[in-house]
């Protein structure tokens, strides 16, 4: 059974730090790529940052330069280190386990694509 499980939300103030955790199991977390996508009420889910199997990396425009992913396949645990954050990335974040070796940005724009998801995680942002 795969188990998609974030932890880290919580409520800051603009310009402050929020550090996100995903950790999978139950399904062979090294092959997949591993993705964050976030949903503010009246929006649609949308693609923050993935991070494939074989390295590359994807950030939506609007977080470049704020956020940071990482992971460590050791631990099945994939990280968003968001910085500088701003009321607009106020949101449900969900982490999911995408696909397997797809490139990060087509897996982070392809949310009906995802295989498993997280149950979602809420950052806010106040000004």
């Known amino acids: 059974q795969v188990e998609v499980v974030e932890s880290g939300g919580g409520s800051v103030q603009t310009g402050g730090s929020l550090n996100l955790s995903c950790t999978a199991s139950?399904?062979?977390?090294?092959?997949?790529?591993m993705a964050w996508f976030r949903q503010a009420p009246g929006k649609e889910r949308e693609g923050v940052s993935c991070?494939?199997?074989?390295?590359?990396?994807y950030f939506y425009d609007s977080v470049k330069g704020r956020f940071t992913i990482s992971r460590d396949n050791a631990k099945n645990t994939v990280y968003l280190q968001m910085t500088d954050l701003k009321p607009e990335d106020t949101a449900t974040y969900y982490c999911?386990?995408?696909?397997?070796?797809?490139?990060?940005?087509?897996?982070?724009?392809?949310?009906?694509?995802?295989?498993?998801w997280g149950q979602g995680t809420q950052v806010t942002v106040s000004s």
């Open positions: 139950g399904l062979p977390f090294e092959h997949y790529t």
């Open positions: 991070f494939s199997a074989t390295g590359t990396k």
């Open positions: 999911a386990a995408a696909a397997r070796y797809r490139a990060a940005a087509p897996a982070c724009r392809s949310p009906s694509d995802v295989r498993y």
